[in-house]
Structures are given as C-alpha cells and as structure tokens.
C-alpha cells in the first residue's frame, strides 16, 4: 500500500521560511513525479511545483524564486523549501506521487503565514 507521510508545516512570520518534507513508502517508485499542491482557505487546490526522477522541475509562477523542490531518491523523498513566505502562501501543502498510472495523496500539512 502506497502511503505518503508529510511533515514540517507549522507557524511562520512573513518573510520568514519552512521546509516541508514527504516521505513515500510502498512501492519501488523506479519512475515517477512527485510534488506539491496546496489549498487555501475558500480556495481550490492549486498546483506548486513538481519533480520528476529525471531530475526536471517546474513551479507555479507564484512561488518561482522563492520555493524550491528536491527529492531524495534513496528515500523516495521530496523536500519543498519555502523561502520569502508570504501571507498569501497560507494553506494545506499536499504532497502528491504519480507513479504506474495512478496519483497518490498525502494527508496535507498546514502552513500559516502570518503579518
């Protein structure tokens, strides 16, 4: 069974800086895409960024220059490091997995930006 396990939301002042992380386990995972959505509050869910095992990278233009994805491959892991918060970068952070045709979701961590 697929799970993925994310950690390291939490509480931040704008300006300041978190890093997430999501840990995948239940498969091989030999190809794959893993990455981020998030939500916020009355919002839809909306794409971040994403990371593919052939090491490309694509972010939303709203986080570009500021956030940044990298993957632990022996650990089937992604990192998200989120720097320049700003309030409006508040929201659930989902880590997602597409791999053999399916896409898998993460339970969501919080991140709170406050002024």
């Known amino acids: 069974q697929v799970q993925l396990v994310e950690s390291g939301g939490g509480l931040v002042q704008a300006g300041g800086s978190l890093r997430l992380s999501c840990a995948a386990s239940?498969?091989?995972?030999?190809?794959?895409?893993m990455g981020w959505y998030r939500q916020a509050p009355g919002k839809q869910r909306e794409w971040v960024t994403t990371?593919?095992?052939?090491?490309?990278?694509n972010y939303a233009d709203f986080v570009k220059g500021r956030f940044t994805i990298s993957r632990d491959g022996a650990k089937n892991t992604v990192y998200l490091q989120m720097n320049s918060l700003k309030v409006e970068d508040t929201a659930v952070y989902y880590c997602?997995?597409?791999?053999?045709?399916?896409?898998?979701w993460g339970q969501g961590t919080q991140v709170t930006v406050s002024s």
């Open positions: 997602y997995l597409a791999y053999a045709g399916k896409i898998y």
């Open positions: 990371t593919t095992t052939s090491g490309r990278t």
């Open positions: 239940g498969s091989d995972f030999s190809i794959n895409t």
